[in-house]
Structure formats: C-alpha cells, structure tokens
C-alpha cells in the first residue's frame, strides 16, 4: 500500500486484535486473532477506537472502545498484506503483485 493511502477502519472490516492472554498461561498474550469491526467510534479517523467481535478458537470476544495499536494486548490493527500467489497444475509459479490476472484467475 503506498505510503500516501491510510486505510480507515469501517464496520465489517476484518483486523487483527491482539490478545492480553490467560494469567496461567493456557492462552498466551500477544497471539493474533481475527476480528469484525462492529462500530467506529470516530468515521473517517484511521486511528479511531472500534467495537470489535474478535474470533478466538473457543469462542466469539466483544468488546468496545479497542485502540489501534498493532501488536500491543488489547488493542487492534491491519493485518499485513500478503500477495497473492498464481499456480499453475498445482505449483506456484509466482508472485503477481496486482493480483491474478483473467487468464490466470
């Protein structure tokens, strides 16, 4: 993404929340879990505070008010981007980075 574009949290948008963890460790902090935006509490800010339902493996999290600081417990951020990959009979042939075209899709 270029340096000039912020993308800016909106509901429905898919982020990353990380995880305070469990105090006797059966979970622990700083794992990487998926989440829904819910609700933005400042639209158009793309630091804003969000509502979240974050998806762990043993169940659904909500919480409100979750400030955009990636990798820090507790707090939400945009998942790294990861390119796609075009494979041909099954074996990745390489990297396009605009994505696949037509002919490959």
Same mark, same amino acid.
């Given at each position: 993404?270029?340096?000039?574009? @912020? @993308?800016?949290?909106?509901?429905?948008?898919?982020?990353?929340?990380?995880?305070?963890?469990?105090?006797?460790?059966? =979970?622990?902090?700083?794992? @990487?879990?998926?989440?829904?935006?819910?609700?933005?509490?400042?639209?158009?800010?793309?630091?804003?505070?969000?509502?979240?339902?974050?998806?762990? +493996?043993?169940?659904? =999290? =909500?919480? @409100?008010?979750?400030?955009?600081?990636?990798?820090?417990?507790?707090?939400?951020?945009? +998942?790294? =981007?990861?390119? +796609?990959?075009?494979?041909?009979?099954?074996?990745?042939?390489?990297?396009?980075?605009?994505?696949?075209?037509?002919?490959?899709?």
């Amino acid at each position: 993404m270029s340096e000039n574009v @912020q @993308q800016v949290p909106s509901v429905g948008r898919v982020v990353h929340y990380t995880a305070y963890g469990t105090p006797n460790g059966e =979970f622990p902090a700083g794992v @990487q879990r998926a989440a829904i935006i819910t609700e933005v509490d400042t639209p158009g800010d793309p630091t804003s505070t969000v509502g979240l339902c974050v998806l762990n +493996p043993t169940g659904m =999290f =909500f919480n @409100q008010h979750i400030r955009y600081e990636p990798g820090r417990p507790g707090c939400w951020g945009w +998942p790294a =981007f990861v390119p +796609p990959v075009i494979r041909t009979s099954g074996v990745a042939a390489g990297l396009l980075p605009g994505g696949p075209t037509p002919s490959a899709a």
